[in-house]
Structure formats: C-alpha cells, structure tokens
C-alpha cells in the first residue's frame, strides 16, 4: 500500500474553510465510536447538526442489518453500508428506502463466489475467522482482525494479499478486513446517495459536504472530498493510507467528531450574525 506523502500531511482542522458546509458524510467506526462505543456527546453532536439544519449521512463498512437499526434511530438522512454495497434513506412520507449498488442476479452470483473465496483465504491464515456481524451482511464479507480477534496489522496485510490475489476487493476498517466482490466502494454509493436522496451530484473540491473518518476504507472518500476530515487517530495509518485526508481534528475517535461538529456549528452561527 503507497505510503502518504510528506507533502500530502493534513493541516489542523481550524484550517479548513467550512462557510459553504451543508451536511456530513461520517464513517463510524473509530470516527463516531471511542473505545468501540457509541458516546452520549457523540449523539449529541449528531443531534445538533441534525436541528441545524444540516444533513447527516453514515457511511460505514458494517451489514445492512446494523445500517436499517441506525437508519431508524439516530438523527441522520441516511447510512450507507457494506462499504457502499446498499444505503438506507428516507423516502416519501418519511418511510425508510432501501437502494442496493447492483441487481438481484449479480448480488446472488457474487455472493456465493465471495463465500467460496474467503472461506480459502481463512483456511490459511490462522486464527482468521469471520466477523460476528458478518451473519447480518447481504452484499460484502468481513474478516476480523481486530475487534474480538487480535492478528495485528501483519495478520490483516496477509488476509488482504490473499483475498486480492483471488480478485476480490479487500480494505481495512479500523476492526475488520472487508471483501466484498462488485462495482462500489464508499465514494461511488454516497455520489448515488446524493443524487437520489437530493438530485443533487457530489462535484470534485465540493465545498458544500465534509467527510469524516479514520482509516485505510476511507482513502477514495479523502480523495474526492476536500473537506476530507480524519479524526486524530488516523494517524495511525497515514503512512500507509492511499490517500490522506486534507484536515486533522486534535482529538481522537467520537471526540474528533464532537470537534469538528462544533466547528461547523460555530461557522454556521457566524455566517448567520453576519447576514
């Protein structure tokens, strides 16, 4: 995996122009979570963008089973999941739509393809085993390395190479290695998110959305969006991560996410006396 360039390190987030900011796509994991837990403050920022006006899209590796729960009862417009393999949203009179990246026959054939696959690749890689939310996906697999299993960061490069080797798309979260066989990825469905959910298209050097997150599933979203916003543990990985984000927060996980809230909050509150 290409290493960050020196010149590509993140400016502190009071750098970054947030006057146009209209809404925010979120990973979740190590971005919304601390310590793998869901804060009360970290709602509550969700919440207060949310009453702002400003819309709120998770977009997370984690099933669908977990993304119609959160769809349902967190204040957000949408979540999209299995990086970028199905999103939920709100459709009309409020009742929740479910919109997949490809065709019934297609998923089918790649699903069980993808079963075959990754079941080779954990047969060679001890102490590899599937996620225990994976019994909750439909479109992608994830393979744990660091949520209840503990292989470190040789154990999931190993799963990687295998599974890319095989032709299936394998990227790390901050606890999973996800794999999933398909046209999509977290940047493509929240691109379609936003033209079905809004009719509107996410340009490149948009100013109107921000993206949060935290590790190496993030890069295409770091890329395109240049309010790409890591949270301070992306640290972590910038120095292998594809593509870094364009701006840091100081704190970590659930707590960087609390700061970069505030901060688009505060410029929204400013442009609003200034008017």
């Known amino acids: 995996m290409p290493a960050a360039r020196t010149s590509d390190a993140p400016r502190p987030l009071r750098a970054a122009d947030l006057s146009r900011v209209q809404g925010v796509f979120t990973d979740v994991d190590g971005t919304l979570t601390t310590g793998h837990r869901l804060r009360a403050d970290t709602v509550r920022a969700l919440e207060r963008l949310s009453e702002a006006g400003l819309r709120v899209v998770l977009v997370s590796g984690r099933p669908a089973g977990w993304g119609e729960a959160w769809a349902r009862q ?11 393999g199905l999103f939920f949203l709100r459709g009309a009179r409020g009742r929740l739509r479910k919109v997949y990246a490809e065709g019934p026959a297609e998923r089918v054939a790649n699903r069980k393809r993808l079963q075959a696959e990754v079941g080779r690749v954990l047969r060679k890689v001890p102490g590899a085993r599937l996620s225990l939310d994976s019994a909750y996906t439909e479109v992608d697999l994830a393979v744990d390395y660091n949520e209840e299993a503990r292989l470190g960061d040789a154990g999931a490069s190993r799963i990687e190479e295998l599974l890319h080797a095989r032709g299936v798309t394998a990227v790390r979260s901050s606890v999973h290695v996800n794999c999933w066989l398909g046209r999509f990825d977290k940047l493509s469905a929240a691109r379609r998110f936003a033209k079905v959910a809004w009719g509107e298209t996410l340009e490149p050097g948009d100013g109107r959305y921000v993206y949060a997150g935290d590790s190496f599933n993030d890069a295409p979203m770091f890329k395109a969006f240049a309010l790409g916003v890591g949270v301070a543990n992306v640290r972590d990985v910038l120095d292998r991560i594809e593509s ?8 970590p996980e659930g707590r960087g996410f ?3 809230a505030r901060a688009i909050l505060a410029r929204r509150g400013r442009a609003a006396r200034e008017e």
């Open 74 to 84: 967190l204040p957000v417009d949408g979540v999209i999941v299995e990086n970028g």
């Open 244 to 251: 870094p984000p364009a701006f840091i927060t100081r704190a």
């Open 258 to 260: 609390e700061e970069l």
